[in-house]
């Protein structure tokens, strides 16, 4: 049980397109996700934390425009990253947290962007 | 503030035990996690503890302390598949994740 999935798993595009990120629980149901990014060798940072049906929590210095989430059922979230530009490859990572007495947090596998 | 400590490298020997540190300061506390993560994969759930003592999982245990706000992992039996990072989370009163920097463990033959 717990198993997070992620779409895609490695996506290439040109500087200036926008790419779209899913993230969904596969057999339970998720009120909140969250999205992180890590760049080789360093730890993850939080990006945001999105709950179902309302507005995304950003972390301090993270763009809203720029990365924009969407948590549109209990079971997905999805992270668009708008006009992305090379310094914006990493790998992204969401998990999802299982609401059950624990709260335990599930990741995806993560999504590799490299922007040209 | 929020702070969890602990050590950026460990070195180990296979077929050994290694204990991994962490010292935790939260607003509230609700709980500590230990995740695994390889190199180029995302982390994986290892532990929970809220209340204080050993959890014991086959070859990985985790131990607790909320007085003194420190937590170990302990691996035994070392293999060279368990050369990964080790990832301290402690889970404040909002149920949010406080992240550690992460222990790279490498294990050499």
């Known amino acids: 049980g717990a198993v997070v999935s992620q779409h895609p798993s490695w996506v290439i595009c040109k500087s200036g397109t926008s790419v779209k990120i899913e993230c969904r629980s596969l057999d339970f149901q998720a009120t909140t996700m969250f999205w992180y990014r890590q760049f080789p060798k360093q730890s993850l940072m939080l990006m945001a934390t999105?709950?179902?049906?309302?507005?995304?929590?950003?972390e301090q210095g993270v763009e809203k425009d720029k990365f924009l989430i969407n948590h549109a059922s209990l079971t997905l979230s999805t992270l668009t990253v708008t006009s992305a530009h090379p310094e914006d490859s990493s790998f992204y990572i969401c998990?999802?947290?299982?609401?059950?007495?624990?709260?335990?947090?599930?990741f995806g596998p993560g999504t590799r962007l490299l922007v040209l | 503030g929020q702070n969890i400590d602990q050590p950026t490298e460990m070195t180990a020997t296979e077929g050994a035990i290694v204990q991994i540190n962490c010292t935790y300061q939260?607003?509230?506390?609700?709980?500590l996690f230990w995740y695994q993560q390889h190199a180029g994969e995302a982390p994986t759930f290892l532990s929970y503890n809220v209340l204080d003592g050993l959890e014991e999982k086959g070859r990985f245990s985790s131990f607790l302390s909320r007085s003194k706000g420190y937590s170990y992992l302990l691996l035994k039996e070392l293999q060279m598949k368990d050369s990964a990072s080790y990832l301290c989370?402690?889970?404040?009163?909002?149920?949010?994740?406080?992240w550690g920097a992460g222990t790279k463990l490498i294990i050499k033959p």
């Open positions: 999105s709950n179902e049906g309302s507005k995304a929590t950003y």
């Open positions: 939260t607003s509230g506390f609700n709980g």
């Open positions: 989370a402690a889970q404040d009163s909002n149920y949010q994740l406080i």
């Open positions: 998990s999802a947290r299982d609401g059950g007495f624990v709260e335990t947090q599930y």
